[in-house]
């Protein structure tokens, strides 16, 4: 291992360059929310007015991808270092209204609760170099190399609750938040176990999360759908050890059935 006295440059471009990522997904979507809330109906289009058959939609059924990573992963046991984590995920949702438009203002809305399956899901960590710290010291004192591992899995979400805006006349943009709580099985430990010999995590992972984001409505009962997570990764003492992953940022991209 390798002395070093300043920070490594490299690592913290990298996370400015995830920031700026970050913010302009953040952009599109407040365009997207801003434009939705400023349209006025279309007579006769394909979406119609408030009053028609698109605006009571009831049950959603989609399929969607994830990506993200972890933008603070800090490994702690008795020696302390940053680990960088990237995220990739399929899935499917299924979803119900609960209740018809209520709410006042801006805030009106109806409220939905989905179940999401991710048959697919990977955590992956690259081949890199992290500052290592020597606890009481907060100084770094080495540079060490760890290889690369892909760690894969099965996640589950069986109740996701979230609110639908729905104060602009125009159905064809309706932005949303969302929070939810599942579970995550993995076919090894996750995170893996790092420190002294003979300690272990554990296969499974409860996965609190909120989000924010948009069914873009390219036809009457289709939908676009961008959204935005932060997912903690958390074993509550089912593993020796709990270096949790405090939280993930992760980008989704999707397609919606509505009837």
Aim: proline fraction near 7%; charge should be positive.
């Amino acid at each position: 291992m390798t002395r070093v006295d300043t920070d490594a440059n490299g690592v913290v471009g990298e996370f400015r360059l995830k920031g700026i990522a970050v913010f302009l997904f953040a952009i599109v979507i407040g365009l997207c929310t801003a434009s939705g809330l400023s349209q006025q109906p279309v007579k006769g289009g394909p979406f119609g007015p408030r009053n028609d058959g698109s605006y009571h939609r009831l049950w959603e059924i989609g399929v969607f991808g994830t990506g993200g990573f972890a933008p603070k992963y800090e490994v702690s046991d008795k020696i302390r270092y940053q680990e960088e984590l990237e995220f990739y995920n399929v899935g499917v949702h299924a979803g119900r209204m609960l209740t018809t438009s209520r709410g006042p203002g801006l805030v009106r809305g109806r409220a939905e609760a989905l179940v999401e399956i991710l048959p697919f899901w990977a955590a992956h960590a690259p081949s890199q170099e992290n500052v290592i710290y020597v606890p009481p010291s907060t100084t770094p004192a080495f540079i060490a190399g760890f290889q690369a591992y892909t760690i894969h899995g099965v996640s589950f979400t069986p109740l996701v609750l979230r609110w639908n805006f729905m104060n602009s006349n125009s159905k064809r943009y309706v932005p949303w938040i969302q929070a939810g709580a599942g579970v995550l099985w993995t076919t090894h430990n996750f995170p893996q176990g790092h420190g002294r010999p003979g300690t272990y995590t554990s296969i499974f992972n409860f996965t609190p999360q909120v989000g924010v984001g948009e069914n873009l409505f390219v036809k009457k009962n289709q939908s676009l759908d961008i959204g935005f997570k932060a997912i903690n990764y958390n074993n509550e003492g089912l593993g020796e050890i709990n270096p949790a992953v405090p939280y993930t940022l992760q980008f989704s991209l999707g397609y919606s059935w509505w009837k």
